[in-house]
């Protein structure tokens, strides 16, 4: 902008000095385009005289004043020249052939400042009524124009910190000037000094018209500018960052004869990076240190001298040496390399990699002007003895600077090479310098990487902080490496390095997320024993976080009471870790009261506090409350994002789950819960919160819970169609096969299960049950079956099973060798009593021969996974407790159990003796106290399999029907007079039976 101008003024006033006083021609410099000159600048005998028609913006247009003067400080009629009072007194200047008028804004200054007419003397009665009749028409005129503005513009806003700031520096300024000005007025010696330091504000401000004035009372009072007047305008620039007039003092010293020397050139760079013109600041300085004379070039600076110290550059004012400066000259002839350092700050600060390589190797040269034709990451260049260079050498702050782009610019391998090639150009690395690297490659996860990095820098013997162990701890744990993280403080230990709080914050911290809740308190008590260490709240916060993982909910509130016994303020992270402790234990009184404890101390919940506080009472089937939950974060105005939409939901159809065996509607019913869970998941959408996976899925287990699977399906479409967040899991999956299975559709629960399976998501048990749930449903035993074999991955459909004949001819099931589960390892895999339990029922509900044998070989194989009738009971061969059984399931327990005893028998691995099953009473026939003589009848209290009375015998009777039925022939039964839970077989009628068995 009008840096051009003052480089101009700089030089003319530098022409015409007290040697051109005299000279009676003048000389025009045209004002460059875009600095608010309208003409030229007219240089004479008096001084730097402005055009008449010259206007000069001295502030921002944001900091201009309003009013007739806010488009120019600055109005210069045709006059003397100088405008202003001079030592022959009166109000005009010089010959006194003309007058001029002068308009400003300032302190202690009228909106208008006149000089009156005449050599000195004052202006005739007529000129000052004309004077006064156009003041007042115009003042007139004026308050006429300010009542309309009032009446129809909008009020103005506050002036901004930074435009009252702008303001008060320019009064500060127009008062240093017009004492300036006063005390040339009075006479007094004004010091070369002084007007340097008012020359330099008013250049570094760009308060152009305020330079004009101080040129001219230079001039009179006969002072010229020096080296030192220019050095007072860089360093004024420099404090306020004004890297363009910075840049044009240089040039418009170069124009006066003035050489800049090395100082000069470092200021004007630092001041330009720091205005943001480091592109232009590193021109400047490849191309003045290519044209400063032959000196040997320095790298000395304040950077090299620290050890360890930080990253950036020390970008303070360079100071004047006043001994060693010379007016002609003399002074250092050498560029800092604190320059260049700025430079290297500032493409770290727009992670410009490829440039501060480039610069680094140009400087390990020591010559050149750029590293033209480099990738960027080469560091291989040749350098030149010291008395060749013309660039210093870099120093360990520049390798910061380097190292420090190329980690935040995620070019970690760079930062690496950088680093191994310090120590061969001369530089040691410190602790720091490798803190660097290190972070670099922990931003790409490379944190093996960085375990190699501290090998290294014990093979250099860099001494180790707890600072850099903590940041490869705090990586690790974030992989969820906790093995090697606790190997990194044994390691500590071992090099007597000490932990601090961070230390263990970060390993407590690791251990909570990988639910190692034990290895969290015994680091929470080393923490405690620990000499000069102290935990703090974010370390009972991360102790309170592991309790929670592993539900050990009591273990966290004893610690938030700890921490609070210890003089430590609960924050909102600690009372949220300890109201999700209580959620996971399904504590949602307590969640609650620790909720109101946090409300009471003045701890504002947050999102996720209410998130965790409606997972609580969901787990708790406290949905009422949970929506209770959620209307006071509307009603206080908080943000309701998609976590919390997600746990309401949840709550929603967790309640729903639990009155799954509700029939009726109304208020808690699962179809009423359902509908609440769907309308939430429409309001999400209203309110522009885009639901994700888990409110999807939530609102699709509620679907299930009441059999809604066409509204489950349409929700798994809208799924497909959102996009990565919203694309459906296992879980997803499993609540609508769940829903088309509760519904009877068993074909579209079949195609999920497919679908899923075709996504690349692997089914698990709880995704089998639902598949198995919905067969049963639609009375499906050929694919009951076919599917079992699948989840053990035994055999395929249609591959007979081995089969022997008794000796009276019966089929029966030929032992197996080994468990038919061998592909089941995976527990998440195995099938459990929930399985067994289906797969029993649907075949068992089935007519024929063939489903009664697939039943059979079924519950063979679930004894031997251990589901049914383990080993490690009290069960024996002769005793079995069916207790607990389901219909379906006792019935293919009893044929177990009798073919079992049967072949024990006939191998001779027994001999024969009274078979007991177990099965119990109801609580109402204990009350009845009947009196069975244990004769061989069957009850009236008969019920049709696959029910179970309440406080009844049916299982005992089921169990007595089975034996008679399923057996030819029969197989009779007594209930114990001291036994009414039991079923008894005599040895006697076991061997009668087998008997009659062979002869048939």
């Known amino acids: 902008m009008a840096s051009s101008l003052v480089a101009a003024l700089l030089l003319s006033s530098s022409l015409i000095g007290p040697a051109s006083v005299g000279r009676v021609d003048a000389f025009s410099i045209s004002a460059p385009s875009g600095t608010g000159a309208s003409s030229s600048v007219l240089v004479g005998s008096r001084g730097v005289v402005p055009a008449p028609s010259r206007s000069v913006t001295a502030l921002r247009a944001s900091d201009r004043p309003s009013g007739p003067s806010a488009d120019s400080l600055v109005s210069v009629h045709s006059g003397d020249g100088s405008g202003r009072k001079t030592d022959g007194g009166g109000g005009g200047g010089g010959d006194g052939a003309s007058g001029g008028k002068r308009r400003r804004t300032g302190s202690g200054n009228k909106s208008k400042r006149r000089a009156t007419t005449g050599g000195g003397g004052t202006a005739s009665p007529q000129s000052k009524n004309r004077r006064n009749n156009n003041n007042s028409s115009s003042q007139s005129n004026r308050n006429r124009r300010r009542s309309d503005n009032r009446s129809t513009r909008p009020s103005a806003a506050p002036p901004s910190r930074a435009t009252q700031w702008s303001k008060e520096r320019h009064l500060a300024l127009r008062s240093k000037l017009e004492k300036m000005q006063h005390r040339s007025v009075q006479g007094e010696e004004l010091a070369q000094s002084y007007c340097d330091e008012l020359l330099g504000l008013c250049v570094a401000t760009d308060e152009w018209d305020s330079v004009l004035e101080v040129l001219t009372v230079m001039k009179d009072q006969g002072l010229s500018q020096t080296r030192s007047s220019y050095r007072a305008c860089l360093e004024q620039c420099s404090k306020v960052n004004n890297g363009a007039s910075a840049l044009e003092i240089l040039k418009a010293m170069q124009q006066a004869g003035v050489e800049p020397n090395g100082d000069d050139v470092t200021m004007a760079v630092k001041t330009m990076c720091r205005g943001g013109r480091w592109r232009n600041a590193k021109a400047l300085l490849l191309r003045s240190a290519e044209q400063l004379p032959d000196a040997p070039a320095a790298s000395a600076g304040n950077d090299g001298k620290i050890e360890g110290a930080k990253s950036k550059d020390d970008d303070g004012v360079v100071a004047d040496d006043d001994s060693s400066a010379s007016e002609d000259g003399d002074a250092s002839k050498i560029i800092s390399v604190d320059a260049y350092n700025a430079v290297m700050s500032s493409m770290k600060e727009e992670k410009k990699w490829k440039e501060a390589v480039q610069f680094l190797s140009l400087m390990e040269k020591g010559h050149g002007s750029s590293n033209k034709g480099g990738s960027g990451g080469s560091t291989k260049t040749k350098t030149v003895d010291d008395a060749d260079r013309v660039h210093p050498r870099p120093t360990l702050v520049t390798y910061h600077h380097a190292l420090e782009a190329c980690a935040s610019s995620g070019e970690s391998e760079q930062a690496v090479t950088l680093l191994m090639s310090m120590r061969d150009k001369g530089t040691e690395p410190t602790s720091h310098t490798f803190d660097l690297v290190v972070r670099g490659l922990l931003k790409r996860s490379q944190w093996r990487r960085a375990l190699k990095l501290l090998e290294l820098m014990e093979e250099?013997?860099?001494?180790?902080?707890?600072?850099?162990?903590?940041?490869?701890?705090?990586?690790?744990?974030?992989?969820?490496?906790?093995?090697?993280?606790?190997?990194?403080?044994?390691?500590?230990?071992?090099?007597?390095?000490?932990?601090?709080?961070?230390?263990?914050?970060?390993?407590?911290?690791?251990?909570?997320?990988?639910?190692?809740?034990?290895?969290?308190?015994?680091?929470?008590?080393?923490?405690?024993?620990?000499?000069?260490?102290?935990?703090?709240?974010?370390?009972?916060?991360?102790?309170?976080?592991?309790?929670?993982?592993?539900?050990?909910?009591?273990?966290?509130?004893?610690?938030?009471?700890?921490?609070?016994?210890?003089?430590?303020?609960?924050?909102?992270?600690?009372?949220?870790?300890?109201?999700?402790?209580?959620?996971?234990?399904?504590?949602?009184?307590?969640?609650?009261?620790?909720?109101?404890?946090?409300?009471?101390?003045?701890?504002?919940?947050?999102?996720?506090?209410?998130?965790?506080?409606?997972?609580?009472?969901?787990?708790?089937?406290?949905?009422?409350?949970?929506?209770?939950?959620?209307?006071?974060?509307?009603?206080?105005?908080?943000?309701?994002?998609?976590?919390?939409?997600?746990?309401?939901?949840?709550?929603?159809?967790?309640?729903?789950?639990?009155?799954?065996?509700?029939?009726?509607?109304?208020?808690?019913?699962?179809?009423?819960?359902?509908?609440?869970?769907?309308?939430?998941?429409?309001?999400?959408?209203?309110?522009?919160?885009?639901?994700?996976?888990?409110?999807?899925?939530?609102?699709?287990?509620?679907?299930?819970?009441?059999?809604?699977?066409?509204?489950?399906?349409?929700?798994?479409?809208?799924?497909?169609?959102?996009?990565?967040?919203?694309?459906?899991?296992?879980?997803?999956?499993?609540?609508?096969?769940?829903?088309?299975?509760?519904?009877?559709?068993?074909?579209?629960?079949?195609?999920?299960?497919?679908?899923?399976?075709?996504?690349?998501?692997?089914?698990?048990?709880?995704?089998?049950?639902?598949?198995?749930?919905?067969?049963?449903?639609?009375?499906?035993?050929?694919?009951?079956?076919?599917?079992?074999?699948?989840?053990?991955?035994?055999?395929?459909?249609?591959?007979?099973?081995?089969?022997?004949?008794?000796?009276?001819?019966?089929?029966?099931?030929?032992?197996?060798?080994?468990?038919?589960?061998?592909?089941?390892?995976?527990?998440?895999?195995?099938?459990?009593?929930?399985?067994?339990?289906?797969?029993?029922?649907?075949?068992?509900?089935?007519?024929?021969?063939?489903?009664?044998?697939?039943?059979?070989?079924?519950?063979?194989?679930?004894?031997?996974?251990?589901?049914?009738?383990?080993?490690?009971?009290?069960?024996?061969?002769?005793?079995?407790?069916?207790?607990?059984?389901?219909?379906?399931?006792?019935?293919?327990?009893?044929?177990?159990?009798?073919?079992?005893?049967?072949?024990?028998?006939?191998?001779?691995?027994?001999?024969?003796?009274?078979?007991?099953?177990?099965?119990?009473?109801?609580?109402?026939?204990?009350?009845?106290?009947q009196d069975d003589d244990g004769a061989d009848i069957v009850g009236a209290s008969q019920q049709a399999p696959g029910r179970r009375g309440r406080g009844n015998t049916a299982l005992r009777e089921y169990v007595r029907q089975v034996l008679r039925d399923d057996f030819n022939p029969p197989l009779y039964s007594t209930i114990p007079h001291l036994g009414q839970g039991t079923v008894h077989v005599s040895a006697d009628a076991f061997q009668k039976w087998l008997d009659g068995e062979r002869q048939q």
């Not at 303020?569 to 009261?593: E, F, H, N, Q, S």
């Not at 509700?662 to 999400?684: F, I, P, R, V, Y």
């Open 460 to 929: 250099w013997e860099v001494p180790q902080s707890t600072r850099i162990y903590n940041i490869i701890i705090s990586a690790c744990a974030k992989a969820r490496e906790v093995g090697q993280a606790m190997a990194l403080l044994k390691k500590m230990r071992t090099l007597n390095i000490k932990p601090d709080v961070v230390t263990f914050n970060a390993l407590i911290s690791a251990c909570a997320s990988a639910g190692r809740w034990k290895d969290s308190m015994s680091l929470l008590q080393q923490c405690q024993r620990e000499p000069g260490v102290d935990p703090d709240i974010i370390t009972y916060t991360n102790a309170i976080r592991a309790c929670a993982r592993a539900r050990k909910f009591k273990d966290a509130i004893e610690l938030l009471q700890v921490l609070q016994d210890l003089g430590l303020t609960p924050d909102v992270y600690a009372y949220t870790a300890a109201i999700d402790a209580c959620a996971k234990g399904k504590m949602w009184r307590k969640a609650l009261d620790i909720l109101d404890e946090m409300r009471t101390r003045g701890v504002q919940p947050t999102e996720v506090t209410y998130s965790v506080a409606i997972t609580a009472c969901g787990n708790g089937g406290q949905w009422q409350r949970a929506m209770e939950l959620l209307n006071q974060m509307r009603m206080k105005g908080m943000s309701i994002n998609v976590i919390t939409y997600s746990s309401t939901i949840s709550a929603l159809a967790k309640a729903a789950r639990r009155n799954m065996k509700e029939t009726g509607g109304g208020e808690g019913s699962s179809e009423e819960l359902s509908s609440k869970a769907l309308d939430l998941l429409e309001q999400m959408k209203k309110e522009g919160v885009e639901p994700d996976t888990y409110s999807y899925s939530g609102a699709i287990s509620a679907c299930a819970s009441a059999g809604r699977w066409e509204e489950a399906l349409d929700l798994m479409a809208q799924m497909k169609k959102g996009g990565p967040k919203t694309r459906p899991n296992r879980i997803t999956y499993t609540g609508a096969i769940s829903a088309c299975g509760r519904a009877g559709e068993w074909e579209h629960a079949l195609r999920l299960f497919d679908e899923m399976r075709n996504d690349g998501l692997q089914a698990d048990r709880i995704s089998y049950n639902a598949v198995f749930s919905a067969l049963r449903v639609g009375m499906q035993p050929e694919r009951a079956y076919e599917i079992w074999g699948e989840m053990l991955g035994r055999r395929k459909e249609g591959q007979p099973r081995d089969s022997t004949k008794d000796e009276g001819g019966s089929s029966k099931a030929a032992p197996t060798s080994k468990p038919y589960a061998t592909a089941t390892s995976d527990p998440k895999l195995s099938p459990d009593i929930i399985t067994l339990t289906d797969v029993i029922a649907t075949l068992d509900r089935s007519e024929g021969d063939t489903n009664r044998e697939r039943m059979d070989e079924v519950f063979d194989e679930a004894v031997e996974l251990g589901i049914i009738l383990p080993t490690d009971s009290l069960d024996s061969l002769w005793e079995v407790d069916l207790s607990g059984m389901s219909i379906p399931v006792a019935h293919a327990a009893c044929r177990h159990i009798v073919q079992r005893a049967r072949r024990a028998v006939a191998s001779g691995e027994s001999p024969c003796e009274d078979l007991m099953l177990i099965t119990g009473v109801g609580a109402a026939h204990k009350a009845q106290g």
